[in-house]
């Protein structure tokens, strides 16, 4: 017996609609396409009212000026629609830019970095013998993953301690299809649980 939901007959559509494209490009798969799109921009708009109400406006009635600082910069926006004060729209794109750069590099730093040695220094002798592997496999990769971007000696490419950047190669390529294949079964996983949506909510045949 199919489903009298009227919300999972419009998921329903919308699955087989944006499934559609696998076969060619056709007007259903446009007209979710578009909807998909025109919802998410409504959302988008409709969070962003919601977080100048909360993070913004109601802090600045309960008495906190500092917030009027944040509301000039986000009017001061809008000034690249006008082409006198044009220059007033660098302002609070270069804090948004510096405030982004500085939280950037410092995750950055700390993760691919800090964390990054410190799992590669972690002790080669782990308490099982499968601990051991993964150590021994982590820190052999990175030394050698890093070596093969070593250009200022040529010998470390073509002399006798040339397999190393050929293994670290190796590795990387090793990484790369780890991480595709990771990849791509996350998504047949995720298609998978619209089939099964299909099936069980929509079709109720399973």
């Known amino acids: 017996m199919v489903s009298t939901d009227a919300q999972i007959w419009i998921a329903a559509f919308f699955t087989i609609a944006a499934t559609s494209y ?3 490009d056709n007007v259903v798969f446009k007209f979710a396409e578009n909807t998909f799109i025109g919802v998410a921009a409504g959302h988008a708009i ?6 100048i109400r909360d993070y913004g406006w109601n802090h600045l009635a309960q008495g906190e ?3 009027i600082v944040v509301f000039i910069l986000g009017i001061l926006l809008y000034a690249r629609f006008h082409d006198k004060y044009y220059w ?11 405030n982004g750069v500085g939280i950037s590099i410092r995750a950055a730093i700390h993760s691919d970095f800090v964390k990054q040695i410190a799992q590669t220094t972690s002790p080669l002798i782990a308490a099982d013998a499968f601990g051991t592997i ?3 496999i982590t820190f052999v990769g990175v030394i050698t993953a890093l070596s093969h971007f070593i250009f200022t000696r040529e010998d470390i490419h073509t002399g006798t301690l040339g397999w190393i ?8 390529l090793l990484a790369f299809g780890a991480s595709f294949g990771n990849t791509i079964m996350s998504r047949f996983g ?17």
């Open 22 to 24: 696998a076969f060619r």
């Open 46 to 51: 409709v969070m962003g009212i919601k977080n």
């Open 65 to 67: 000026m500092i917030y």
């Open 88 to 98: 007033l729209y660098r302002y609070p794109i270069a804090f948004l830019v510096g």
């Open 134 to 136: 993964n150590n021994i």
């Open 165 to 172: 950047p050929r293994v670290g190669r190796w590795m990387m």
């Open 190 to 206: 995720m298609y998978q649980g619209r089939i099964i949506f299909l099936l069980r909510d929509w079709l109720q045949i399973v």
